[in-house]
């Protein structure tokens, strides 16, 4: 595992010094991550700023509760409770705090132009309905292909649809929203953004997507590790296979988060804006792509795929 992390490490390093940068581009940051520019692309800037705010708030709620141990105590209500007070934040923010945060950069408060559009136009009511879609979609097909494909298996006490713990459909929309929002729009902005046009920009750019995909859906795998009641029957396949299969999903929503709704502050789409049907198709066609990518994989492997369960059931 790490000579592949090392390998696409050291490859993309080596990609980005082949690189000639854009010189109109500042990014003053020290990482390779880059915000939307405050003065062009005010509603993602001010949109993003508010996810990475909220992903320390989750992560560090998430992560006492994992190192202490406290999901001892949860029962099936108690996962729900968790799960959906955590993810109800970023559902419910469009329409309470359509402002979503007014950071001040260059002594100027910047305003999201969202809280002067109507609800269903906001930036961010159509990004949350694209990831709370994107979420359900994986959970309530892809999770299969981990049952049948890794062996995986959730054993705490739950309430479940199609099989699936209901909580993991709400969890997973705050995992997703830093995945996308913050970590992948913020990458692929920096390697969009900060050097000239070409064919090895081009190749760059992709190259980021599968190792973006790739460690990301590791690094999930590891940190989850130590939870007792989501498990694979070979961990050691999980961490490698399993990072691979689970990675399909992010080599379609990375970019296609990261491009999604890309003219809503310059107007260039003023006669034919995105709506909130465009938005649940775009995600339903992404789902799709996901959906049949892992599909190949499987019939590649010669697995099949077993689908059980009722509608909704609870266990433990």
């Given at each position: 595992m790490t000579a592949i992390l090392f390998t696409m490490f050291a490859i993309l390093v080596g990609m980005h010094s082949l690189?000639?940068?854009?010189?109109?581009?500042?990014?003053t940051s020290k990482l390779p991550l880059l915000l939307p520019d405050p003065k062009k692309e005010p509603s993602k800037y001010c949109y993003e700023i508010f996810a990475w705010y909220y992903t320390a708030v989750w992560i560090g709620i998430f992560?006492?509760?994992?190192?202490?141990?406290?999901?001892?105590?949860?029962t099936a209500w108690g996962y729900?409770?968790?799960?959906?007070?955590?993810?109800?934040?970023?559902?419910?923010?469009?329409?309470?705090?359509?402002?979503?945060?007014?950071p001040v950069v260059k002594n100027k408060i910047i305003i999201n132009p969202d809280i002067q559009r109507p609800f269903y136009?906001?930036?961010?009511?159509?990004?949350?309905?694209?990831?709370?879609?994107?979420?359900?979609i994986g959970n309530y097909w892809y999770t299969h292909y981990f049952y049948s494909v890794l062996k995986a298996e959730y054993t705490m006490p739950s309430h479940r649809?199609?099989?699936?713990?209901?909580?993991?459909?709400?969890?997973?929309h705050f995992y997703f929203c830093t995945y996308h929002v913050c970590v992948g729009n913020g990458i692929?902005?920096?390697?969009?953004?900060?050097?000239?046009?070409?064919?090895?920009?081009?190749?760059?750019?992709?190259?980021t997507i599968l190792s973006l995909s790739y460690f990301t859906a590791f690094m999930e795998t590891l940190t989850i590790s130590s939870f007792p009641y989501y498990s694979f029957e070979d961990r050691e396949m999980a961490y490698t296979v399993g990072s691979a299969f689970y990675g399909i999903y992010f080599i379609v929503s990375f970019p296609g988060f990261y491009y999604f709704d890309s003219h809503i502050d310059d107007g260039k789409q003023k006669d034919r804006p995105v709506t909130l049907v465009d938005t649940f198709t775009t995600a339903c066609g992404h789902?799709?792509?996901?959906?049949?990518?892992?599909?190949?994989?499987?019939?590649?492997?010669?697995?099949?795929?077993?689908?059980?369960g009722v509608a909704f059931a609870t266990t433990g």
């Open positions: 690189q000639t940068p854009n010189g109109a581009q500042n990014n992560g006492f509760i994992v190192v202490s141990q406290s999901y001892e105590l949860l729900l409770a968790v799960c959906g007070g955590l993810a109800l934040p970023l559902m419910l923010q469009p329409l309470l705090y359509p402002l979503a945060s007014a136009k906001r930036y961010s009511t159509k990004a949350t309905i694209y990831l709370m879609t994107y979420a359900f649809l199609n099989d699936v713990p209901i909580a993991m459909f709400l969890a997973t692929l902005r920096h390697v969009d953004k900060s050097y000239q046009k070409g064919w090895m920009k081009t190749i760059l750019f992709w190259f789902g799709m792509m996901i959906l049949l990518l892992l599909d190949f994989v499987r019939l590649y492997l010669g697995i099949p795929l077993v689908i059980g």
